[in-house]
């Protein structure tokens, strides 16, 4: 949701003269990092760009495995495979589309660099139980942030985490995202990583993957409100949940130990689904499935009977901070109608 704030602060940066990255970006990464309760912050041109240098800093190279869920955008295996590595899919947990840890334990092997944790649909991961495994967490949080599992808040358990701030996300920079760490010698290697230049030897690994200070301008303005961006998004689900539970629609299930910011609103349906979008999208609702495709359909490999399911019978209902109350109460009467 991009406002009045929002166009004040691109025009200041224009007529600063100065567009590229420069003091925009360090308080973008100042205001992050404080908002997920982190030291440090090192802003780049996107999410899969952070996930990529995350993996690098933990050391990834050829041969290394990389364990992430396949019900999941393809940025992750993109991240894992540019660098050498090998993605290591498993399944995910029935009720919650987080990564299963009992999946995980029995994936590891002695090649494991890692384990991308993404906290789906605005709900953390079991992340006690995924930080018991001992292995390095990059945390994804592109689709959360200010959640909780456990009194953890998202973005603190992993050795480091990630954002981004693409267009759709819970913030938006246009494109964008950033690396995370408590660690401050992590952080150092991805920063020397994001620029090439004015360097004592060349590294092939170094490259131009930086954030321009219009973006972080813009940035700027939607971390301060993204306290209320997340309320809204709350308020809204809680509507959706009383409205579409009542006529029993199976709505998202918030496990006891975790909060949910809703950056998707997600129902469980039964029956084909894209007959239900396509009748949707003709009364102007635009209902989709949350992701495009599980990594597996795309390698045919292996068995991941949750992923599949998912991909089956997941449907995001619209929820962004910018829909109002009438648009909310008729999404509902419209969903009600074409599910009868
Ligand atoms: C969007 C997203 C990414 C990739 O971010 P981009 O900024 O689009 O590169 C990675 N992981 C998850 C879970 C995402 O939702």
């Given at each position: 949701m991009l406002g009045a704030e929002e166009s004040e602060a691109a025009v200041a940066v224009i007529r600063s003269g100065q567009l590229v990255q420069g003091l925009y970006v360090e308080r973008f990464e100042q205001a992050m990092a404080a908002f997920l309760g982190l030291p440090g912050a090192v802003a780049v041109s996107s999410g899969t760009v952070a996930l990529s240098l995350a993996l690098t800093a933990l050391?990834?190279?050829?041969g290394d495995r990389i364990v992430m869920p396949?019900?999941?955008?393809?940025a992750l295996w993109l991240a894992a495979v540019r660098l050498g590595a090998e993605p290591c899919l498993v399944d995910v947990e029935p009720d919650t589309y987080t990564l299963d840890p009992r999946g995980v334990a029995q994936a590891?092997?002695?090649?494991?660099?890692a384990i991308i944790v993404p906290h789906p649909f605005g709900l953390p991961a079991d992340l006690t139980r995924l930080r018991a495994l001992g292995v390095p967490l990059v945390e994804d949080c592109a689709q959360t942030l200010g959640s909780t599992q456990d009194g953890m808040a998202v973005?603190?358990?992993?050795?480091l985490t990630i954002c981004s701030f693409y267009?759709?996300?819970?913030?938006?920079?246009?494109e964008g995202g950033m690396v995370l760490s408590k660690d401050s010698r992590l952080l150092d290697h991805v920063r020397g990583l994001r620029e090439y230049d004015e360097r004592p030897r060349l590294d092939?690994?170094?490259?131009?993957y930086k954030m321009t200070d219009l973006q972080a301008a813009i940035g700027l303005c939607q971390v301060e409100r993204l306290p209320w961006f997340l309320e809204r998004r709350q308020h809204i689900a809680r509507y959706y949940s009383a409205h579409l539970g009542a006529v029993g629609v199976p709505v998202p299930l918030i496990p006891a130990d975790r909060t949910h910011v809703f950056y998707r609103y997600i129902v469980r349906m039964e029956r084909p689904l894209q007959d239900l979008i396509t009748r949707l999208e003709q009364r102007g609702i635009d209902c989709r499935r949350?992701?495009?495709?599980?990594?597996h359909r795309y390698i045919e490999l292996g068995h991941f009977p949750e992923s599949d399911r998912a991909w089956e019978t997941a449907l995001s209902i619209p929820i962004y901070p910018a829909l109002r109350d009438v648009d909310v109460e008729r999404i509902v009467s419209v969903f009600c109608e074409e599910c009868r």
């Open positions: 050391g990834t190279s050829p396949s019900y999941v955008c393809s590891l092997s002695n090649r494991t660099r973005g603190q358990v992993g050795a267009a759709t996300k819970l913030l938006c920079t246009g092939r690994d170094t490259f131009n949350p992701v495009y495709q599980p990594l």
